[in-house]
């Protein structure tokens, strides 16, 4: 297979300067080392966490479902949260930490669960690839997590156009319900990056093909389908949610439901099996529970709740990560999914890399090339994040710098003697390189600061703050942005939600994840910008507020040279180009 690569040190790029290729020292790519690795059967891996054959359902020998009535056993362990610093576009390794740091706490006799997203075929066939860690870090099998994996994500998008199928149907059959058709926010979804999909007009060529309407469709994991899995607290949580996923309004502005189209139960029933966590493993055969997959930018970024719970109580320490940087996934994960479970992570991993340069004005082609005074003017960026961790999220914080083979001592010196200097603790993790074993003195520092602090959750904004409010204060607060602009009509849209009794729910901001602002191009640590607010969508079965800012999709496009353009099939069935 032709692919028209470049080398440059160890890593391979296209020619346009993206990795597509993360290689370790003997030449190997992520794919083929896990096809190298040697997995043990499943029911092994769930033995180690006491779990019994009638605990899971095996999907082959190395892949299982957890029965999702096991969350409410046992005593629950210490949880860590994995943020970043603001990414570049390949990405800073936060995965590929988690994973190292999971398998180095096993390594230091603590029974750990590292608990992750589930990967969508958007980055996969995009740009940013997979997300099953990198290098001797990795879940597997995964070419399987990667791609398809136990049919979670088709399932989610079954129950999104079930219910969408049911809202034209119920139209097209007199529309009891009196639906302005104009109103309906509902959306169809397909797991693909497919811009030309954004914007579609259904119905068209007469009567019986449906009612002619203005339509759309958003990537499955922006779909408010994918943010209740991942926020239901069990089967009954879970099916409440879906009765009240409002699709539109009443011509005489009343909420309509799920539960008014009567489709709620046959949601649940597509659902039964995606809402049981997966069990793997990873390279070094520690167990990993996988479920659920919301992006950060545009959904609120965590796994899910019971799979977070379920690594909890199965786990001394549980690792879970939480989506790009922590002005994202680690705000939606105080703000939403803390503010709705009740856990509380014990410590914080923010991860850097020598990478920040790109935020002191190194472009993406040159990030291989030392420059540490470039480095020094990137850093700001990181040490905000930092603060947002510690100050504004109150969550002890311990900094792993995520080393790649490009690196220089200098580099790495000056980002640990920065951080030293600002008061964190820091370590240099090597999972990449090394697995588990690179990672043990990270695993140590963080086993030292759940041991000696305490951590001092605290929520951004109240409850019965105004919807206004809410966003003004993660925009002055976490961003450190001065002010947040509304046009009339999405005023007007925030008016009737409230009015409609929505008033209390928590905020889901819809932004880059490139910036601290909602311009892209507006790198490092900006200040005294504002935030344009381009809509507000409502997501009553999530129970949240959807705040979209700036130039952000919920359905993205591929870019020029996209990864699957790399992915192949050999005559044996061995999958390559997988990164």
């Given at each position: 297979?032709?692919?028209?690569?470049?080398?440059?040190?160890?890593?391979?790029y296209?020619?346009?300067?993206?990795?597509?290729?993360?290689?370790?020292?003997?030449?190997?790519?992520?794919?083929?080392?896990?096809?190298?690795?040697k997995?043990e059967?499943?029911?092994?891996?769930a033995?180690?966490?006491?779990?019994?054959?009638?605990?899971?359902?095996?999907?082959?020998?190395?892949?299982?479902?957890?029965?999702?009535?096991?969350?409410h056993?046992?005593?629950?362990?210490?949880?860590?949260?994995?943020?970043?610093?603001?990414?570049?576009?390949?990405?800073?390794?936060?995965?590929?930490?988690?994973v190292?740091?999971?398998?180095?706490?096993?390594?230091?006799?603590?029974?750990?669960?590292?608990?992750?997203?589930?990967?969508?075929?958007?980055?996969?066939?995009?740009?940013k690839?997979?997300?099953?860690?990198?290098?001797h870090?990795?879940?597997?099998?995964?070419?399987?997590?990667?791609?398809?994996?136990?049919?979670?994500?088709?399932?989610?998008?079954?129950?999104n156009?079930?219910?969408?199928?049911?809202?034209?149907?119920?139209?097209?059959?007199?529309?009891?319900?009196?639906?302005?058709?104009?109103?309906?926010s509902?959306?169809?979804?397909v797991d693909?990056?497919?811009?030309?999909?954004?914007?579609?007009?259904?119905?068209?060529?007469?009567?019986?093909?449906?009612?002619?309407?203005?339509?759309?469709?958003?990537?499955?994991?922006?779909?408010?389908?994918?943010?209740?899995?991942?926020?239901?607290?069990?089967?009954?949580?879970l099916?409440?949610?879906?009765?009240?996923?409002?699709?539109?309004?009443?011509?005489?502005?009343?909420?309509?439901?799920?539960g008014?189209?009567?489709?709620?139960?046959?949601?649940?029933?597509?659902?039964?099996?995606?809402f049981?966590?997966?069990?793997?493993?990873?390279?070094?055969?520690?167990?990993?529970?996988?479920?659920?997959?919301?992006f950060?930018?545009?959904?609120?970024?965590?796994?899910?709740?019971?799979?977070?719970?379920?690594?909890?109580?199965?786990?001394?320490?549980?690792?879970?990560?939480?989506?790009?940087?922590?002005?994202?996934?680690?705000?939606?994960?105080v703000?939403?999914?803390?503010?709705?479970?009740?856990?509380?992570?014990?410590?914080?991993?923010?991860?850097?890399?020598?990478?920040?340069k790109?935020?002191?004005?190194?472009?993406k082609?040159?990030?291989?090339?030392?420059?540490?005074?470039?480095?020094?003017?990137?850093?700001?960026?990181?040490?905000?994040?930092?603060?947002?961790?510690?100050?504004?999220?109150?969550?002890?914080?311990?900094?792993?710098?995520?080393?790649?083979?490009?690196?220089?001592?200098?580099?790495?010196?000056?980002?640990?003697?920065?951080?030293?200097?600002?008061?964190?603790?820091?370590?240099?993790?090597?999972?990449w390189?090394?697995?588990?074993?690179?990672?043990?003195?990270?695993?140590?520092?963080?086993?030292?600061?759940?041991?000696?602090?305490?951590?001092?959750?605290t929520?951004?904004?109240?409850?019965?703050d105004?919807?206004?409010?809410?966003?003004?204060?993660?925009?002055?607060?976490?961003?450190?942005?001065?002010?947040?602009k509304?046009s009339?009509q999405?005023?007007k849209?925030?008016?009737?939600?409230?009015?409609a009794?929505?008033?209390?729910?928590?905020?889901?901001?819809?932004?880059?994840q490139?910036?601290?602002?909602?311009d892209?191009?507006?790198?490092?640590?900006?200040?005294?910008?504002?935030?344009?607010?381009?809509?507000?969508?409502?997501?009553?079965g999530?129970?949240?507020?959807?705040?979209?800012?700036?130039?952000?999709?919920?359905?993205?496009?591929?870019?020029?040279?996209?990864?699957?353009?790399?992915i192949d099939?050999?005559?044996?069935?061995?999958?390559?180009?997988?990164?």
């Amino acid at each position: 297979m032709k692919n028209h690569l470049s080398e440059r040190g160890q890593l391979r790029y296209t020619k346009n300067g993206t990795p597509i290729r993360k290689d370790d020292t003997m030449g190997n790519s992520d794919i083929e080392i896990a096809y190298n690795a040697k997995m043990e059967n499943i029911l092994n891996i769930a033995a180690k966490l006491q779990l019994q054959e009638e605990d899971i359902e095996l999907y082959g020998k190395h892949k299982a479902k957890i029965n999702d009535r096991l969350v409410h056993k046992g005593k629950a362990g210490k949880l860590i949260l994995v943020s970043a610093l603001t990414p570049t576009p390949a990405g800073e390794g936060k995965t590929t930490t988690t994973v190292g740091l999971g398998d180095a706490l096993n390594r230091l006799g603590k029974k750990q669960v590292i608990t992750l997203r589930e990967p969508s075929f958007g980055p996969v066939f995009g740009m940013k690839g997979g997300a099953a860690g990198g290098g001797h870090s990795q879940v597997v099998p995964m070419e399987d997590i990667n791609l398809h994996f136990t049919g979670d994500l088709h399932a989610i998008g079954a129950a999104n156009n079930l219910l969408a199928a049911m809202i034209d149907n119920h139209i097209y059959q007199g529309n009891e319900l009196d639906i302005q058709p104009q109103s309906i926010s509902w959306k169809r979804c397909v797991d693909m990056n497919d811009r030309q999909l954004r914007h579609v007009v259904s119905g068209l060529q007469g009567r019986t093909n449906g009612i002619p309407r203005e339509d759309g469709f958003e990537i499955t994991v922006a779909s408010e389908i994918m943010a209740i899995l991942c926020l239901a607290s069990d089967r009954n949580d879970l099916k409440t949610r879906l009765e009240r996923i409002v699709i539109g309004f009443s011509y005489d502005r009343k909420p309509v439901t799920a539960g008014d189209l009567r489709a709620a139960g046959a949601m649940a029933a597509i659902l039964k099996d995606a809402f049981k966590p997966n069990l793997v493993q990873t390279l070094e055969n520690n167990p990993a529970i996988i479920h659920g997959g919301p992006f950060a930018n545009i959904a609120h970024g965590c796994n899910s709740v019971i799979a977070t719970k379920t690594a909890m109580q199965l786990g001394d320490y549980a690792v879970t990560e939480a989506g790009f940087g922590a002005d994202l996934g680690a705000e939606k994960f105080v703000n939403i999914k803390c503010r709705t479970s009740g856990i509380t992570p014990a410590a914080a991993v923010v991860v850097a890399t020598v990478r920040a340069k790109m935020h002191g004005g190194v472009e993406k082609v040159d990030l291989d090339r030392e420059d540490v005074s470039a480095l020094e003017r990137g850093m700001p960026n990181l040490l905000r994040h930092l603060d947002n961790m510690t100050h504004v999220y109150g969550i002890p914080t311990v900094v792993s710098i995520n080393r790649f083979p490009t690196d220089t001592d200098e580099e790495l010196e000056k980002v640990s003697s920065l951080c030293k200097h600002h008061g964190y603790a820091v370590e240099i993790s090597n999972g990449w390189a090394e697995g588990g074993k690179g990672v043990e003195p990270l695993a140590q520092a963080v086993i030292n600061l759940v041991e000696t602090e305490t951590s001092k959750l605290t929520y951004t904004y109240k409850n019965e703050d105004r919807m206004t409010e809410k966003v003004q204060a993660i925009v002055e607060s976490v961003y450190r942005g001065k002010d947040v602009k509304w046009s009339a009509q999405v005023l007007k849209k925030i008016e009737q939600f409230e009015s409609a009794g929505f008033g209390e729910l928590p905020v889901c901001i819809a932004k880059t994840q490139y910036s601290f602002s909602d311009d892209r191009t507006l790198t490092g640590a900006p200040e005294q910008f504002a935030i344009s607010v381009r809509d507000v969508k409502l997501s009553a079965g999530a129970g949240f507020i959807v705040v979209v800012t700036g130039a952000v999709m919920t359905m993205p496009g591929l870019p020029k040279q996209p990864a699957a353009e790399q992915i192949d099939l050999s005559d044996d069935g061995v999958i390559s180009g997988l990164f």
